[in-house]
């Protein structure tokens, strides 16, 4: 059991990172894109809250599970 946190935890942290990658990445095609629609600029910024608010819980799950996995 305190394996499977561990491992829960460091693969939730990287799932984290990526979701935070892919908002960053939608934050900057949101800034810099020149000729969008209004409809482009709405999905770009509804992707990148989508993928921040994702990333924050897969991080708040993460921390939760190496926290729990260092209480054993």
């Known amino acids: 059991m305190k394996k499977l946190l561990l491992i829960a935890g460091i693969v939730l942290l990287i799932a984290c990172v990526l979701c935070l990658s892919a908002a960053v990445l939608h934050l900057r095609v949101y800034r810099h894109a020149q000729d969008g629609s209004a409809e482009f600029y709405s999905r770009t910024h509804r992707r990148m809250i989508v993928f921040f608010a994702v990333g924050a819980v897969l991080a708040a799950a993460g ?9 054993f």
Request: charged share 20%.
């Open 63 to 71: 921390a939760f599970c190496i926290i729990r996995y260092l209480k």
